[in-house]
């Protein structure tokens, strides 16, 4: 029996729609096996990194991590952090787990549920080291705007998330997206720009360089990275 139905959640407007994708019998078999060793539920809760981890590593969540291949090679380089990933589509999830499984990660573990719910039930404050935003779904017609995930309120929430000097690392291809992002962040009180007031961040070299996001760039295409710092 799942967790009881949220009224309020409910009646939200969702950042994200539902895409089916099928799976064969197999697939789905090897996911389920695949989620039993990495996944985690919402009914378990708050976390306790320790026991979810076994050791007191710094924990990066990233939020629609799409097919995960950023996210498992980021696990990859940074074997000394620990890695959860929050996505609702479950091909995605599963495409993560087969590649984390191949490749051996052991520094993750991941969601398939929304991450607001994520954040309000299972994150605890002041824990997080990064919260990593990366080219969400930029709604890009006017009258879909309200469903961008990025609003003052959620980023109020990523605040209450990251421990002290934490930061919340965001990309977008989609320039007004950029704009909004700029422009609420720096009205959340408790944030610094790290790449200076009102201005974005050139790529890091440890956010990966996605498929997408390369063939975007041969065409001349932007990318806007914003990257801040939790100050207390």
């Known amino acids: 029996m799942g967790a009881p139905v949220d009224v309020q959640?409910?009646?939200r407007i969702k950042s994200f729609v539902i895409r089916a994708g099928r799976m064969s019998a197999d697939q789905r078999e090897l996911y389920a096996?695949?989620?039993s060793e990495k996944g985690l539920k919402l009914e378990g809760g708050r976390l306790d990194y320790q026991t979810v981890f076994g050791n007191n590593n710094p924990?990066?969540?990233e939020v629609g991590f799409g097919m995960g291949k950023s996210l498992v090679e980021m696990c990859q380089a940074n074997p000394d952090l620990n890695y959860i990933g929050v996505e609702v589509h479950t091909p995605g999830v599963a495409k993560l787990l087969r590649d984390a499984a191949d490749f051996a990660v052991e520094n993750l573990r991941v969601y398939e549920v929304d991450a607001i719910e994520i954040l309000a039930h299972c994150i605890p404050d002041d824990s997080l080291h990064t919260m990593q935003l990366f080219f969400p779904d930029p709604w890009h017609k006017a009258r879909h705007n309200k469903r961008r995930i990025l609003?003052?309120?959620f980023a109020e929430t990523i605040l209450k998330k990251?421990?002290?000097g934490g930061c919340f690392h965001m990309a977008t291809d989609w320039e007004h997206y950029a704009e909004q992002m700029l422009?609420?962040?720096e009205a959340v009180p408790g944030y610094e720009n790290i790449a200076g007031k009102g201005r974005y961040h050139v790529r890091p070299e440890f956010r990966p360089l996605t498929k997408f996001e390369n063939r975007g760039e041969k065409l001349g295409h932007g990318v806007w990275?914003?990257?801040y710092k939790k100050l207390n």
């Open 225 to 227: 990275d914003l990257i």
């Open 151 to 153: 609003t003052g309120d």
């Open 9 to 11: 959640y409910a009646k």
């Open 59 to 61: 924990v990066v969540l």
């Open 162 to 164: 990251l421990s002290v």
């Open 183 to 185: 422009d609420v962040m």
């Open 33 to 35: 096996q695949h989620y």
